[in-house]
């Protein structure tokens, strides 16, 4: 195991009915002007928004509305947002949403505390933001986990980039999780967000630190149950059951725990976020759409154990053979993603023919970096898995 640094400061309040503690949390934890960011209206044709903004009013906290947050958002938005959180005196941002108010929201708390650093700069790593303003969270789809990640995701359409940026000022103050307000969610969204999750943990499971016993265990027994609730949810996103496990899982799954000792991989975010980036794909699907193609080019990195223990722990393989039961895993695992009615390959994506060449040319950054740790991908093989998942299924 590898040593690790793990801070956790976010107060999650879970369970139906949550909803009802968002006033008091943002009283809590120092908001009296709140900046409200939300997406583009899901939250106010089911209601939840009106039922905030009416109980912040019944706490005496005042509050400006900031919708418009596009899946992938953009950079432009979240810097009309720092504007707006400026302007207004915002004291805390409070995101109603998913990833993709959750991200813009963190990006306007980093803007606002640094009023004449641009946050792109932030975001590559041209700057250090040294202060945030605390952010609250009402999700509404499990899928990002950025309810209590450390990451925040943004777009810049100009020049088709998305990057993330981690750091600790990113973890919100709270987080109200309510499984009920995800019932109202399309079943493709349910299915981006379960494949999502899954990812989330797939990223970091596969990893070349092999003694790490607590953390993998911890990870296959997420996977386990994000499958079995995963299916559930998919077919009927009211099951309130189902998608308990289902959001806590969003959560565990990205706020660091299922990884922790080990190295970080996230080669197929990687691969996903220049999709992303280039053709305006649902996160879920980006990752969704290469990680068969992935898997089958790093899997022999250790020999095929890795796959092999993954295939018997969380799929239940019983073949000796490491090869055999890693190839078998990851049959099943693409099964899966197909059962969920997600695309497992950039012709399933439905954007046209896809330039592998400029993916990998956005991917490795204009091959200036590899990405991976289980196997390290290059320009070369990063263009290599591009190019194995643009086949024809
Ligand atoms: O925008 P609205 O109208 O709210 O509609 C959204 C959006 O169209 C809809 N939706 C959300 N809750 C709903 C609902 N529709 C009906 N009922 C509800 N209850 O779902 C759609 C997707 O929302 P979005 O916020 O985009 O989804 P998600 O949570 O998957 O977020 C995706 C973004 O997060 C980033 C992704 O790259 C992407 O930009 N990620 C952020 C991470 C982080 N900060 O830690 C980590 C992830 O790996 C990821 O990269
Ligand atoms: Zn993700």
Redesign the pocket.
Known sequence: MNSFQFYLKTEVVFGAGALAQTAALTKKHGGSKVLVV??????KR?GVLDTVTQALQEQGIAYRLFGG?????RLDHARKGVKEALDFGADLILAI???????TAKAIAVGAAAPDTDIWLFWLRKAVPQKSLPVGVVL??P????ET?D???L?DEQTMT?R?LSTDLNRPAFAVLDPT??A???NY?VS??VT?ILM?TLDRYFNPVSDNEISDAMAEALLRVVLKNGTKVCADPADTHAMSEIMWCGSLS?NGLTGLGGQKDFAV?QLG?AL?ARYDV???ASLSAVWGAWALAVADADGYARFARFGRNVWGIAEPDDKTAALKAIDRQVAYFESLQMPTSLPQLQVGSVDVQELAELCSYGKTRSIGSFKVLDHEKILAVYAAANQEK
């Open positions: 939300y997406g583009g209206g899901s939250c089911s947050a596009r899946p992938n958002p949403g998913g990833g993709s108010s959750i991200d509404t789809i899928a990002a986990g950025s990640s990451s925040a995701v777009t998305k993330g307000l995800a109202t969610l399309p969204q981006c967000g999502d989330h990205h975010h976020h992303s649902a996160h879920g």
